[in-house]
């Protein structure tokens, strides 16, 4: 099974800047498509991007889409979430999460799904200020 842990979690001002990692640790990174979930305070968990084991397709929410690029370094076992122009509503616990998937271009629209994931990492707070 693999463990993850995310970092880079901060205070940050809306319209800068922020990026998150993710690192794996156990299993390898590169079996796993790699998602990020966020949820804001008083909210349900809710999905934001996610990408596939070899990095070639990714999907995103509509709410983070053209702002967030999810990207992974496999050699370093490393997925990351990168924020351009936060706004406050992206305030949440960020979550990293693997969905394991048998071969590297596995992949299809349902990754939005946090069901498909077995694994999570503990959180990283973003709190983004006006």
């Known amino acids: 099974q693999v463990q993850l842990v995310e970092t880079g979690g901060g205070l940050v001002q809306a319209g800068g800047s922020l990026r998150l990692s993710c690192a794996a640790s156990?299993?390898?990174?590169?079996?796993?498509?790699m998602g990020w979930f966020r949820q804001p305070p008083g909210k349900a968990r809710e999905f934001a991007a996610a990408?596939?084991?070899?990095?070639?397709?990714?999907y995103y929410a509509d709410s983070v889409k053209g702002r967030f690029t999810i990207s992974r370094d496999n050699a370093k076992n490393t997925v990351y979430l990168q924020m351009s122009s936060p706004k406050p509503a992206d305030s949440a616990v960020y979550y990293c999460?693997?969905?394991?998937?048998?071969?590297?271009?596995?992949?299809?629209?349902?990754?939005?799904?946090?069901?498909?994931?077995?694994?999570w990492g503990q959180g990283t707070q973003v709190t983004v200020s006006s």
């Open positions: 156990g299993r390898a990174s590169s079996n796993y498509v």
């Open positions: 999460a693997a969905g394991p998937v048998p071969t590297l271009t596995s992949w299809d629209s349902r990754w939005s799904n946090a069901q498909r994931y077995t694994a």
């Open positions: 990408i596939s084991r070899n990095g070639a397709n990714t």
